[in-house]
């Protein structure tokens, strides 16, 4: 784009609010430039369905796409998280720089599919399968970023710190190796990175987790791109808080919040089991919950104490982990159902500002992705990104709703394929649903899995 583009959307989300013939010019950056209502519509590409802000895909592994619906049998031992993960490394075990492209290809076509406009990627996949490193050290983040660039969808990217294999610091096991960098490697890694950075493209730093990066280390980065991103998986499983427990004589939240400074520049990834000052101290850092809610039920990870939190004006987003699903209503209506099966009551999430649990849950996951990812996307405002989702105004699921329910029509009311038409920096990737590489991008996804199961590779 050489000029700015005008839209005039019949319906936009606007603000918490529906707004009818709403004029949006774009600068040539991807930024909408002015937004009028009522505006003159001559020369305008009319948008004739529900348009709102897409939302952030906050944690992502998009290496597991490979084994999505291929790790649900039995194992013979009492199966959890950590027979999961050993299923996991097995995969990753298969998976090179060329196949990482074209999974993470596919995979972000469905996330685009599925309503979000930006993914986080937590990328640990660093090393040649042997632990070696590849003559280009970014060389499986370059896959990444590459296939992103591909697809249309805005990335931030998050090469991640991993360095030991539990609380008490034992080395990577074999099967962890080619995860693994020390901080000085890790640094030279993240500045390599950053020269590929651009308007669809952040880089955050990630730690793995408090058993793979000790707490001094984390330390050590504060002042380390001070105004990135920063990512960590804690507190998704009973067995990590009762090492941490046993390590350190706290949880792990506490833990970290009591070491490290964290703020509104952080995402703690699930999360999941907090006690009642956790709560409150994550709430008050003003990080970002980055909830997971269809892996943590594959996972059989726990609920997330999800009022309690918002009630103490915590920061939500989601994000699709291992992605055994990919569709940004699924999570949300998971957030819902996750805290109705534990309460045994319905509307968990409503209140008494808003009412309505579709609203809520995503006017708070637009709220939490946007700092999580280092983008200025998340509303439809001047200085913002045009990062727009639309979606189709006779969807059966939407017909004759009050503007006041048509966000738990889009949420609750089944799986119809809703969205027409997807924006992503200003620019059109997805028409009628479609995207105009869909048929390559699936070509090679194919071979890759063809080649993982000819390989023996079965069960992931």
Known sequence: MNKSSRYLIEKAYVEGRWQENLLMEVDPAGLILRLEEQGDAAGAEIIDGYALPSLVNVHSHAFQRAMAGRAEYGSGREDSFWTWRDVMYRCAAHITAEGLYHIARRLYLELLQGGYGVVCEFHYLHHHPDGHSYGESAEMSLAIIRA??????????????????????????????????????????WQTLE?????????????HSLRAVPVEVIREFDDFAPNAPRHIH????????????AHSGQRPVAY????VTVDDKWCLVHATHLDEREIGMLAASGAVAGLCPTTEANLGDGLFPLEDFLAAGGRIAVGSDSHVCREVREELRWLEYGRRLDTGRRAVTASDRQPHCGTRLYDECLDGGAPASGFKTGRLAPGYRADLVVLKQDSIGLVCLPDEQILDGYIFNGNEATIDRMMVGGRWVLREGRHAKEEEINTGFRQVMEGLLANGNNHA
């Open 234 to 245: 804690i507190a998704e499983q009973p067995a990590e808080v009762a090492d941490c427990l």
């Open 256 to 259: 970290l919040m009591d070491h």
């Open 148 to 189: 992103a660039r591909d697809v249309g969808i805005a990335l931030c990217h998050l090469p991640v710190l991993y360095m030991t294999g539990g609380f008490d610091r034992r080395a990577l096991s074999g099967s962890q190796s080619r995860f693994g960098h020390s901080p000085e490697s890790y640094r030279e890694l």
């Open 195 to 207: 020269k590929e950075c651009g308007p669809d493209m952040t880089l955050g730093l990630a730690f």
